[in-house]
């Protein structure tokens, strides 16, 4: 089959009847072929599982130490490796399966069990089935016309998961969004555009606005301050206790002291699951504080969020329910395929009013009993994919007691991981036991005595995280007050035996510096 059958179908007539289209066998070829590689590609993750308790997974040949997780270069060299070629004419399925058989080869294989180093993991069976899916339908969910049942599944998930949160009143809700930044950065301007409508057509020369998030919280918030035309330095930075959590009474100086100075405070972000730490921020003196000077709560759930569905874990999340908005992203500790982020909230009205414009080109549904069909226009968006199908489909699945499922064996792990972390006599325990999140954090030092030197330390863990990675193990670090430690992330299908053999990872790494 020519490349270009398809793409340009000739429509000749033969006895008066024109030439019928082939796109769905096309698409059931490369489909098979297609298959043929990712199946591999998956399976070589669950073979290596079996390793990981020998603290190296299984070496694959390779132009580099290789194994399941990844045959790692530095960005020169892959460059020339993959030497990536954009032809002038098309290579056909050949061509195709050539490239796609480079992505797999030289890209991390987060199936993988030692991938442990961000707030995600792999994807399972139904993500794969969901994205294929999404791909098929190809819709823009920004109008009901075009997307009737995306539209149906989005409003019906969103309004399900804010149920969950406490948020139950009739026009409960939310949305989805483009990822946990976009989450919180469309937050700030529905906070912005109901608590002071002129800004919406005026701007913000009328104001200084402030906003207030902890020292822990998620760059995101300054990003947005940027793009929302606040500027980064009114992000200010709230102080935290030893665990992590915002401390209020300093949130209360800030907000007055930002008073005294003739500025406008408006909106606070609280953390449910920091980045580093994993911490919770007190969520219901955190609510009274906003109350009293009428600012808008807004709660980063991006990573934490998903504890909702745990009986042993949600009590982290109390005070949630008071919030104004509250950002989730399956995506991280659902397994959800990357990106599928909520922003839900008590009221999608006020969504509504912050963001709609009248686009008569575009948006005609209006609004049925209260509710907006057209869901672009309660967004900053007009392209909308459908990422609410990705969490529809997987809690059909798995349902609810699932999720819970695989939600507390991840925190048994985690548990488990601190526990023989804070018994081992050369690794220092910086998160709490058992931690409040998926996040184990820890210094590598012989006989549990730190360097002096902050610069010591950090050189001692950036060279074990770089050693692991031939090893089959990918874990990140973060900065601490006695230099940077590592910062492991378990999931939903991390094993004993994984954390078993990345303690003795590294503990070989150590002793080879």
């Known amino acids: 089959m020519a490349a270009n059958e398809n793409t340009f179908p000739n429509e000749r007539m033969a006895n008066g009847v024109a030439k019928p289209l082939n796109r769905a066998d096309e698409v059931d070829d490369l489909l098979t072929a297609v298959q043929s590689l990712i199946i591999p590609f998956i399976k070589s993750a669950d073979h290596d599982a079996a390793t990981k308790h020998t603290g190296h997974g299984l070496v694959i040949p390779g132009g580099g130490p290789r194994t399941s997780l990844v045959e790692h270069h530095k960005p020169e060299k892959l460059s020339r490796l993959m030497n990536v070629d954009l032809p002038q004419n098309g290579k056909g399925k050949e061509g195709l399966l050539a490239t796609i058989d480079q992505v797999l080869k030289y890209s991390v294989n987060t199936w993988d069990q030692g991938f442990m180093d961000k707030l995600y993991a792999s994807t399972n069976a139904v993500g794969v089935i969901s994205e294929l899916l999404l791909a098929v339908l190809n819709t823009n969910v920004h109008v009901f016309q075009v997307s009737p049942a995306l539209s149906v599944i989005e409003k019906t998930t969103a309004k399900t998961f804010a149920n969950l949160f406490g948020f139950d009143g009739p026009h409960a809700g939310g949305v989805i969004m483009?990822?946990?930044?976009?989450?919180?950065?469309?937050?700030?301007?529905?906070?912005?555009?109901?608590?002071?409508?002129?800004?919406?057509?005026?701007?913000?020369?009328?104001?200084?606005?402030?906003?207030?998030?902890?020292?822990?919280?998620?760059?995101?918030?300054?990003?947005?301050?940027?793009?929302?035309?606040?500027?980064?330095?009114?992000?200010?930075?709230?102080?935290?206790?030893?665990?992590?959590?915002?401390?209020?009474?300093?949130?209360?100086?800030?907000?007055?002291?930002?008073?005294?100075?003739?500025?406008?405070?408006?909106?606070?972000?609280?953390?449910?699951?920091?980045?580093?730490l994993g911490s919770f921020d007190p969520f219901i003196d955190i609510s009274k504080i906003c109350r009293k000077y009428n600012l808008w709560m807004h709660v980063d759930g991006s990573w934490?969020?998903?504890?909702?569905?745990?009986?042993?874990?949600?009590?982290?999340?109390?005070?949630?329910?008071?919030?104004?908005?509250?950002?989730?992203?399956?995506?991280?500790?659902?397994?959800?395929?990357?990106?599928?982020?909520?922003?839900?909230?008590?009221?999608?009205?006020?969504?509504?009013?912050?963001?709609?414009?009248?686009?008569?080109?575009?948006?005609?549904?209006?609004?049925?009993?209260?509710?907006?069909?057209?869901?672009?226009?309660?967004?900053?968006?007009?392209?909308?994919?459908?990422?609410?199908?990705?969490?529809?489909?997987?809690?059909?699945?798995?349902?609810?007691?699932?999720?819970?499922?695989?939600?507390?064996?991840?925190?048994?792990?985690?548990?488990?991981?601190?526990?023989?972390?804070?018994?081992?006599?050369?690794?220092?325990?910086?998160?709490?036991?058992?931690?409040?999140?998926?996040?184990?954090?820890?210094?590598?030092?012989?006989?549990?005595?730190?360097?002096?030197?902050?610069?010591?330390?950090?050189?001692?863990?950036?060279?074990?995280?770089?050693?692991?990675?031939?090893?089959?193990?990918?874990?990140?670090?973060?900065?601490?007050?006695?230099?940077?430690?590592?910062?492991?992330?378990?999931?939903?299908q991390t094993r004993q035996g994984t954390i078993d053999g990345l303690i003795k990872a590294i503990e070989k790494s150590g002793k080879d510096i």
């Open 178 to 276: 483009q990822g946990g930044s976009a989450s919180n950065t469309t937050s700030i301007i529905i906070a912005r555009n109901n608590m002071y409508p002129k800004s919406k057509t005026e701007g913000n020369s009328n104001f200084k606005f402030v906003l207030f998030t902890s020292a822990h919280g998620h760059y995101s918030l300054e990003k947005a301050a940027q793009m929302c035309g606040l500027g980064s330095d009114n992000v200010w930075s709230v102080p935290i206790n030893a665990q992590g959590c915002m401390i209020t009474s300093e949130l209360e100086k800030l907000i007055q002291k930002s008073k005294d100075e003739g500025r406008t405070p408006f909106y606070v972000n609280a953390t449910a699951g920091t980045t580093v």
């Open 304 to 492: 934490g969020g998903p504890l909702i569905f745990s009986e042993k874990q949600k009590h982290k999340l109390k005070g949630v329910e008071l919030a104004d908005s509250l950002a989730v992203n399956p995506h991280k500790m659902m397994g959800v395929p990357v990106t599928c982020s909520f922003l839900l909230g008590p009221d999608l009205n006020k969504f509504h009013k912050a963001n709609t414009l009248p686009a008569g080109y575009l948006f005609h549904e209006g609004n049925d009993n209260g509710e907006v069909w057209d869901l672009a226009d309660l967004t900053l968006q007009c392209g909308r994919r459908g990422d609410g199908l990705k969490l529809a489909l997987s809690w059909i699945y798995y349902g609810k007691s699932g999720f819970e499922q695989q939600i507390d064996h991840a925190f048994e792990i985690a548990a488990y991981f601190a526990s023989e972390v804070g018994k081992h006599q050369d690794l220092v325990l910086v998160s709490e036991n058992p931690p409040p999140c998926l996040q184990v954090c820890f210094y590598y030092a012989k006989g549990e005595q730190l360097r002096a030197q902050k610069e010591d330390n950090t050189r001692i863990t950036s060279e074990i995280v770089h050693m692991l990675i031939p090893a089959g193990f990918m874990v990140d670090y973060a900065p601490g007050e006695k230099g940077s430690f590592f910062r492991v992330v378990v999931n939903s």
